[in-house]
């Protein structure tokens, strides 16, 4: 049973426009959630991230919007760049920091056209 | 720099044969992760750590196991490889100060590992 979903296994985005990447989950006990980017051939690489107590956290041309209500949670790229294109994996946490156990999507590919 | 590394970055193996992966990181943290990664399933945890002398099993255990003596590495083994276990292998660490923002891992650059 998968308890992160990332419902799209690949998204195709013109330069300079605004990238959206959805993930939704199913269990309520999370409370942290991760944004994970991977090149080929490398390990995957810390985004961003948010708090359950939050809706929004913003760093840079990166934006991750929370939907507690909804059990979903978006990244937004703006403006996107070729650098950008990559697998983004979302990730998530339950009982704060005393597991450290991270549960992963499946993974969206996102192609930045020039 | 505190890095991850892993050794061998790739590795061909016959079914049955026993292989080690190894997972080597400077961070000085005591969690530490090994995960698969295969298409259609993301990233899957095998075994984990919070410290020396301490193991766990993960979502996908079986045929692996780990072993830490020290805070440094976590070397997995596939005691009789598979074709199954054809994959691309993932090390992690990460804090635990007991808080929810520690839970943030990094990552090593994968294995590749093919099993014939």
């Given amino acids: 049973d998968q308890q992160v979903k990332q419902n799209s296994p ?50 840079g041309r990166f934006t991750v919007f929370l939907n507690k209500s909804a059990k979903h949670l978006s990244l937004h790229i703006v403006p996107s760049q070729p650098g950008d294109s990559a ?3 979302c990730a998530a946490s339950d009982n704060g920091g005393a597991t450290n156990k991270l549960i992963f999507g499946t993974g969206t590919l996102l192609a930045i056209q020039p | 720099d505190a890095e991850i590394t892993q050794s061998p970055r790739h590795k061909i193996t016959e079914t049955g044969r026993q292989v080690t992966l ?23 945890l095998i075994h984990y750590s919070y410290g020396v002398q301490d193991t766990n099993k993960g979502e996908v255990s ?18 009789s490889a598979a074709s199954s ?6 090390c992690a660490s990460s804090e635990s100060s007991g808080l929810a923002d ?11 590992l093919t099993v014939l």
């Fill in chain 2, 62 to 79: 079986d045929g692996y196991s780990v072993s830490r003596s020290n805070t440094e590495d976590l070397p997995l083994t596939l005691e």
């Fill in chain 1, 87 to 89: 697998v983004y994996f």
């Fill in chain 1, 10 to 59: 690949s998204l195709s985005v013109q330069e300079g426009r605004i990238s959206i990447l959805n993930c939704d989950y199913t269990n309520s006990m999370f409370d942290y959630f991760l944004w994970y980017k991977k090149y080929p051939a490398e390990g995957p690489t810390f985004l961003i991230s948010i708090s359950s107590i939050k809706d929004k956290n913003e760093d």
């Fill in chain 2, 102 to 112: 520690t839970d943030t891992q990094y990552f090593g650059p994968g294995t590749r």
């Fill in chain 2, 22 to 44: 190894a997972c080597h990181q400077t961070w000085n943290h005591n969690n530490m992760f090994w995960y698969r990664q295969d298409l259609g399933h993301g990233l899957r």
């Fill in chain 2, 85 to 90: 276990q054809t994959s691309v292998y993932f």
